[in-house]
């Protein structure tokens, strides 16, 4: 089994760029689809990013996901941050060996 | 509109049983895979149990394994999970997710149901 690690918390100010990273422990972060997931205070979470890096409907495009081999993690990057940007982000995967869904720690972005 | 809506959380001494339920409408429910996922308070996400579309494959994570069991009823465009033995650590706000057929993801989520293990 791996797991998925996120930094605990980032923060930016308004108008910049930001990159949250999800590093995988064993395996190639490759093998699997990575997905994105935002939740604010006291909400289900939404999908921000899937498979990789394939944005829902409706979510605007200044959320972009990646995945890089060489330090077997993905990131999420949003750009032109707002203040609503503010929340929880999850990175999540499948574990093909378990047959099992695997999250991230999260990660809790402060835009100020 | 998809919509997934939760039920059945409440109040269960350690060592007691609930179960909760999982409606959903506005898609093909015996076309899609399903998930129980749970966050504790103040936690991360933690994902619970797996169920195709057509109840086979399922699987657990360990922490449930042996105690929880996820079923569905296509017919009334339903999941359950039956919680049984449950411990103070299950407690968390329960939620229900729909997967994509093409992977993993949890495309669609309910509002969540609250589960309180305590004496």
């Known amino acids: 089994k791996f797991m998925l690690t996120q930094p605990h918390s980032v923060s930016e100010s308004p108008g910049k760029t930001v990159t949250i990273s999800c590093t995988r422990s064993s395996g190639t972060i490759a093998s699997s689809y990575v997905q994105w997931y935002q939740q604010r205070p006291g909400s289900a979470p939404t999908t921000v990013i899937y498979e990789d890096n394939q944005r829902p409907s409706g979510v605007p495009d200044r959320f972009s996901g990646s995945i890089d081999s060489s330090s077997n993690s993905a990131s999420l990057t949003i750009s032109g941050l707002k203040t609503e940007d503010e929340a929880d982000y999850y990175c999540?995967?499948?574990?093909?060996?378990?047959?099992?869904?695997?999250f991230g720690g999260g990660t809790k972005l402060t835009v100020l | 509109e998809v919509q997934l809506v939760e039920s059945g959380g409440g109040l269960v001494q350690p060592g007691g049983s609930l179960r909760l339920s999982c409606g959903a409408s506005g898609f093909t429910f015996n076309s899609y895979s399903m998930n129980w996922v749970r966050q504790a308070p103040g936690k991360g996400l933690e994902w619970v149990s797996y169920i195709s579309s057509t109840s086979s494959p399922i699987n657990y994570a360990d922490s449930v394994k042996g105690r929880f069991t996820i079923s569905r009823d296509n017919a009334k465009n339903s999941l359950y999970l039956q919680m049984n033995s449950l411990r103070d650590e299950d407690t968390a706000v329960y939620y229900c997710?729909?997967?994509?057929?093409?992977?993993?993801?949890?495309?669609?989520w309910g509002q969540g149901t609250l589960v309180t293990v305590s004496s």
């Open positions: 997710a729909r997967e994509r057929s093409t992977s993993s993801t949890h495309d669609y």
């Open positions: 999540q995967s499948y574990d093909s060996s378990s047959h099992e869904r695997v």
